[in-house]
């Protein structure tokens, strides 16, 4: 049967006391906040609503283009001709023209650095199942859900307005943290300030994320801007041991943009902490055993429990052990039995294994008889109603 433990996590919700959060009031349409080194989501606000995501959505185009470098379809020294259709965007661009032959790696800093329309439509073709930048949009929407993002299509390689082509901040932020886990090679190009390709184009060298030149550790990712969609960033800041990824769109204006970002990585930062709350070699709360040579298991930590909480806080959180019981012996040390449910004020619930802290054995035959006795007794006291 399902027990539930609550006494027993006292001394845990003590540990607890000291920290209750305050949601951030952000005047972005949509928001996303993720604690990436404890999987901790800070803030969301209309996070799976499908948006346009304008160049915020070029990250895709990389990803993609990351995962060719990988496998060795392309190299970096590759040089991709330039067609007349990726010659032909607008917006911010490389200024490439059909004459050009381009480096793999100068048309990546375009994208990442210079946000060029064109070289993502360069590489949209060379990557393409048919060669068309329509068909490279079809293979990142079924990438994207492939990779969980749901909320995802993709009408172009680039983020040009197009009916159909939209993503969620959570979509964006889960794609954020795959560029970063699972390129870290090429992650590093996201910090680039300036890329003057060719000197052709001296008016569009900068990297227009605002946070780079601040010193508060933003590292990437990629801003974005279109009339129906407004303002956004997709961004990155690593303090210490800690790093958040953020996702805003829908802000009125660059500025508002800036300001926006930056404020919500020094709220990251200064109002949530990292707190041991259950260690390993700790039992944070006891199980009943039966037909065992204890009555009883405790239950830790498969290790020491670690969680991002809220900082300023006068409030305890609530926590719970659950456990199906009691359970069977014998029972081997480390063997997963129960459930840690920790609440914290204005967080998403967290749940995290507990596991047996010592073995315990099956009974012999006086606990087989004691058991069995215990049982009898209990049912002969209950009466005939209560013992059906």
Request: hydrophobic share 45%.
């Amino acid at each position: 049967m399902p027990f539930t433990i609550r006494s027993a996590l006292l001394a845990l919700g003590m540990a607890l006391t000291a920290l209750p959060g305050f949601a951030y009031d952000t005047s972005a349409r949509a928001a996303y906040v993720l604690d990436q080194s404890t999987g901790t989501v800070l803030l969301t606000k209309n996070a799976d609503e499908a948006l346009p995501p304008a160049s915020m959505s070029k990250l895709m185009t990389l990803y993609v283009t990351f995962e060719a470098l990988r496998d060795g379809r392309l190299t970096l020294d590759e040089r991709l001709p330039v067609s007349q259709h990726a010659m032909s965007y607008g917006g911010s661009t490389m200024f490439l023209n059909t004459t050009d032959r381009v480096r793999v790696e100068d048309l990546l800093r375009g994208i990442i650095v210079l946000s060029g329309n064109d070289a993502c439509a360069v590489i949209a073709e060379a990557l393409s199942p048919d060669g068309t930048e329509a068909g490279f949009a079809r293979f990142m929407t079924k990438r994207a859900q492939q990779m969980g993002m749901t909320r995802s299509t993709f009408a172009n390689s680039n983020g040009w307005p197009a009916a159909g082509h939209l993503m969620s901040v959570h979509d964006l932020a889960v794609l954020a943290n795959r560029l970063i886990t699972d390129f870290p090679e090429y992650y590093p190009l996201f910090a680039e300030t300036e890329f003057a390709f060719d000197g052709r184009a001296p008016s569009n060298v900068r990297n227009r994320n605002p946070l780079l030149k601040l010193d508060i550790g933003a590292d990437g990712l990629k801003t974005g801007h279109t009339a129906e969609a407004g303002y956004g960033l997709v961004g990155s800041a690593r303090q210490g041991d800690r790093r958040v990824i953020f996702v805003l769109t829908g802000l009125e204006s660059e500025a508002r943009r800036a300001e926006e970002a930056e404020a919500i990585v020094n709220w990251s930062f200064r109002h949530f902490a990292t707190k041991t709350v259950a260690r390993a070699d700790a039992p944070v709360a006891q199980a009943q055993v039966w037909m065992g040579a204890k009555q009883s298991v405790g239950l830790v930590p498969a290790e020491d429990l670690s969680l991002l909480l809220p900082v300023l806080s006068d409030k305890r959180i609530e926590a719970e052990v659950v456990y199906d019981g009691p359970i069977n012996a014998p029972i081997a040390k480390g063997q997963q039995l129960a459930e840690l449910v920790i609440k914290p004020d204005d967080l998403p619930e967290i749940r995290r294994p507990l596991v047996a802290a010592e073995a315990v054995p099956a009974g012999g035959f006086v606990v087989r008889i004691k058991t069995a006795a215990n049982l009898l007794l209990r049912q002969l006291n209950a009466g005939p109603a209560e013992a059906m």
